[in-house]
């Protein structure tokens, strides 16, 4: 007797499809989106975030183009601590590199919006939009304000004492990003592969949230281990420095709050952090190979199928990444291998954003159609 169940999926009449039109805006947003986290994460490995000490939402857009204009960024940012206690002999050429990189993350996110408000009011005035799709959108653009708002409280938190952006505020900053993907890729699911629930997946369902709560500690972790640069005093794998748990986390007197919120000090919270988001990294593995074989066991569905395996080969890579970029941190992080394993990362939320879609894809936002597929 054949126990495989088979995942059924949802179609839907022309009729009951967003334009063509919303569908590529929404696509082209997540395309920017996923651009703009990686910029994020090159201006954070090349330490560009404190090159410009000013928020300024307009005028702030206008690259500086004169001897005169340089000379005047360069001034700024030599009245801040980063360049005081660290960079004080940065040269105006360098000053250049830095500069660019925080600019261009900044102006990304400026043509980030003008894209979706020019895309929003002609799409709200041809009527493509409807309630259900317009509160959502609405969350996104909730979401785009508290990661924009984010960003310079994680900037301004460098320019004060500290002369560097905060790993915990960072984490927050890159958390918010990531959120904000997540829940504009269900969204844009929803739009261009309306589904409908109700099909029996008791079987692999129970792994969604183990899967889901040990991704997002990992994504949390490693927001904390870029911004501390945890990998450094520790490039070595599959031990910490020729040991499993390095000493510092052995001892007691360590584990006080003031080394987790002062980590520059002591080796305490990169030992900590780093620890941790390799235990995490092994257990994401370890459920998701658990998943597999119950999923490929139990269900024949040739998406599911599909995504599974993307699934697996995703993770494996960001593993790959992962170590390849810690045993590579020597004096400083690998840029390329810290933005590869980030945009990796990217992928692999995504890929279980979709997962999570297609177990429960939740209530649809237009009437459709469903359309089962079926297995002799």
Known sequence: MNTATTLPYANSRRGGRYPRAVRIWLIVGLIMVVGQVVIGGITRLTESGLSITEWEPLSGAVYPTSAADWQEEFEKYQASPQYEKIFADISLEDFK???????????????????????????????????????????????????????????????????WVNAYKLTIHLSLGLTLFSYLLWTTLKVIQPNLPGFPQGAVDKWRWPINIVLILQLIL??????AKAA???????????????????D??????????????????????????????????????????????????????????????????????????????????????????????????AIVVYLNYLLKPGRVLRPVDKMVEKTL
Request: charged share 10%.
């Open 97 to 163: 590199f830095i500069y660019f990189w925080e600019w261009f993350h900044r102006q990304w996110a400026r043509i980030m919006g003008l894209v979706f408000i020019v895309g929003f009011l002609i799409f709200w005035r041809k009527g493509y939009l409807d309630r259900p799709l317009m509160q959502r959108l609405g969350i996104v653009v909730l979401l785009a304000a508290l990661a924009a708002s984010f960003g310079w409280i994680m900037v301004a938190s460098g320019l004060i004492d500290r002369p």
């Open 222 to 227: 490693g927001g904390i281990m870029s911004g």
């Open 232 to 250: 450094l005093p520790y490039p070595t794998w599959p031990d910490m420095n020729g040991e499993f748990v390095p000493g510092v986390l052995r």
């Open 252 to 349: 007691a007197s360590m584990w006080t709050v003031e080394n987790m919120v002062y980590y520059e000090a002591t080796l305490f919270q990169p030992a900590l952090i780093q620890f941790l988001h390799r235990m995490t990294a092994y257990t994401l593995l370890i459920i998701v190979l658990l998943y597999l074989y119950t999923a490929f066991t139990r269900i024949k569905s040739p998406l599911l199928k599909s995504t599974n395996l993307l699934l697996i080969t995703l993770l494996i890579t960001q593993v790959i990444l992962g170590i390849a970029t810690v045993v590579s941190s020597k004096g400083q992080v690998p840029v390329g291998l810290g933005v590869a394993h980030q945009f990796v990362a990217i992928g692999v939320v």
